[in-house]
């Protein structure tokens, strides 16, 4: 399997190389030349366990990885997770919960991360050389970078937050790993911001060569196709309970990674019958999927923190399939992007952009409502990014089961379930955390100094 760049200026490269490069070259990002079609394997894989159906999805793409190998990594990254199952789905009400918050920082993106610190370890001991990680975050992936990679030789991670903008709990989380390759940056500004120095270093091809920079962010392809095994999982998992040959998944999204697995994952076979996008009020991604036009708007705090982002990274991906594969076009539509702040799609005969997508948001009145009826009704709490996709769901209810991602625990958004149920939810991962010493550094928000402080600190 080889991958090559959206943007059409990259020769193939092997799956290993795709991890290590993250960001293109071109300022592109990486996508397998061809998504294998599984079809007919679906009834073979539909009784494996998390890990051995992590192993069959992840050997169609890492094809340079010797299955032995593979199969080690796998197993030693789902270890880390507390339940069994690592990803169970819960019946709450009229939905499938799929609870993705079981790894090491309660949150989706160790099912990632967990997979993408080891393989990069395995390939650094194959090697040789070091890496040098630069991430953005909005809240969950810097702590689950972090414990990806924490402790682990010839790997340095930076980590840049919004100052002040994320939960305290996730900013705790992060900035309480003291190990010495761990750097926390509060930048003076939006998690916006902090993802544009990111893609602006990147973008500088000699200065990431000269320092070995690589991403943990959803642009390193490894992320993307280690989250499209929990909707292959969750969905055999709810056909088997419910009889249904077809599902349809909500996803909470703000940098649409999590749902382009979904999407990645039908586009290879699984059944499903729409895929529901969830936003809070930074709503992008609805407006495009409800209008054609994707324009930018500026980012609103909400306490769906790590929903409040203007700009998808993960985004060109898709409209990479939406152009029909034509970089050509599709740089086109970036360069609008990139210009005028905005880029418009033809919406179909069915006056939407896709009709396998639904998409609708839920604002902070809203997600609070939603925590307090499910706790009321079911006595299951929702943390608020999950509220916000159960919101959502509740509108495009169909004739199929629905799995909403349920994406963080709640104990990480103390404030918002307070407000919501009038009593806090606690976590001992958490709780743990209330006296620990913490190590950050605050930092303007300029792409200068933030490569004047990597060189120094490499």
């Known amino acids: ?130 890496l040098n990680i630069l991430g953005a975050t909005s809240g969950d992936t810097g702590s689950a970078a972090i414990h990806g990679v924490r402790g682990k030789p010839n790997i340095n991670i930076f980590i840049m937050h919004p100052e002040g903008r994320t939960s305290p709990l996730q900013e705790k989380q992060m900035t309480s790993v003291l190990d010495a390759n761990v750097f926390n940056l509060a930048v003076d500004g939006s998690f916006d911001d902090c993802q544009n120095i990111m893609k602006t270093t990147f973008g500088d091809v000699p200065f990431k060569t000269e320092h070995s920079l690589g991403s943990v962010n959803s642009v390193n392809w490894a992320r993307v196709l280690a989250q499209t095994v929990y909707y292959f999982y969750s969905a055999f998992r709810t056909m088997e309970k419910t009889g249904a040959s077809t599902v349809q998944f909500s996803v909470p999204t703000g940098n649409f990674g999590d749902i382009l697995a979904g999407y990645l994952a039908q586009q290879m076979g699984l059944p499903v019958h729409k895929l529901i996008l969830a936003t809070n009020e930074n709503d992008i991604l609805t407006r495009f999927f409800t209008t054609g036009e994707y324009s930018k708007a500026q980012a609103v705090p909400t306490i769906s923190p790590s929903m409040d982002i203007q700009v998808a990274s993960n985004f060109e991906r898709y409209l990479y399939f939406k152009v029909g594969k034509d970089a050509a076009k599709l740089v086109g539509l970036m360069n609008d992007f990139q210009d005028k702040g905005a880029l418009k799609v033809a919406l179909n005969e069915n006056g939407v952009v896709d009709d396998l997508f639904a998409a609708g948001r839920g604002d902070t009145a809203a997600t609070l409502a939603t925590i307090k009826r499910y706790k009321a009704d079911f006595g299951y709490v929702l943390d608020p990014h999950t509220a916000v996709g159960v919101f959502v769901a509740e509108q495009f209810k169909a004739d199929v089961p629905t799995i909403c991602l349920a994406t963080a625990h709640p104990a990480k958004f103390t404030q918002a379930i307070i407000d919501a149920t009038g009593e806090a939810v606690h976590h001992p991962t958490l709780d743990a955390l209330e006296h620990a010493e913490t190590r950050c550094e605050t930092i303007a928000n300029d792409v200068d100094l933030v490569k004047q402080y990597l060189v120094e600190h490499i």
């Not at 399997?1 to 200026?9: E, L």
């Not at 999805?57 to 030693?76: E, G, Q, W």
């Not at 880390?80 to 949150?107: K, M, R, Y």
């Open 1 to 130: 399997m080889k991958y090559i760049s959206t943007r059409g200026q990259m020769e193939p490269i092997e799956f290993q190389d795709a991890v290590m490069t993250g960001l293109a070259p071109d300022g592109g990002l990486l996508l397998p030349q061809e998504l294998p079609n599984i079809g007919n394997q679906l009834e073979a894989w539909a009784k494996l366990s998390y890990t051995d159906l992590a192993f069959e999805v992840i050997r169609l793409f890492a094809t340079d990885i010797p299955d032995a190998d593979l199969k080690k990594l796998i197993d030693d990254s789902y270890a880390t997770f507390e339940h069994p199952e690592v990803c169970p789905s819960v019946e709450v009400g009229d939905f499938q919960i799929l609870e993705l918050f079981h790894g090491p920082t309660l949150a989706f993106k160790d099912v990632a991360l967990q997979f993408l610190g080891n393989l990069f370890a395995y390939i650094l001991g194959k090697r040789g050389g070091k």
